[in-house]
């Protein structure tokens, strides 16, 4: 399976896992809402569709 973070990498939300791990660790990170708060999520843990917030200007649709 994927993990989150590889998909924010992947799709320029973030310059690398470490800035991934400390925008996680600085719960700047959201799934519809909800804080990410396990750097090593996989999207097959995620429930349904939704937005990917990282920060206060970063967003990403993700479909499952």
Same mark, same amino acid.
């Given at each position: #399976? $994927? =993990?989150l973070?590889?998909?924010? &990498?992947?799709?320029?939300?973030v310059?690398?896992?470490?800035?991934?791990?400390?925008?996680?660790s600085?719960? #700047? $990170? =959201?799934?519809?809402?909800?804080? &990410?708060?396990?750097?090593?999520?996989?999207v097959?843990?995620?429930?349904e569709?939704?937005i990917?917030?990282?920060?206060?200007?970063?967003?990403a649709?993700?479909?499952l």
């Amino acid at each position: #399976s $994927v =993990s989150l973070a590889s998909i924010a &990498i992947m799709h320029n939300l973030v310059d690398s896992n470490s800035e991934w791990k400390r925008y996680v660790s600085s719960n #700047s $990170v =959201s799934y519809n809402d909800m804080k &990410i708060s396990n750097a090593f999520i996989n999207v097959s843990e995620l429930r349904e569709d939704g937005i990917l917030k990282i920060g206060k200007q970063k967003f990403a649709k993700i479909k499952l």
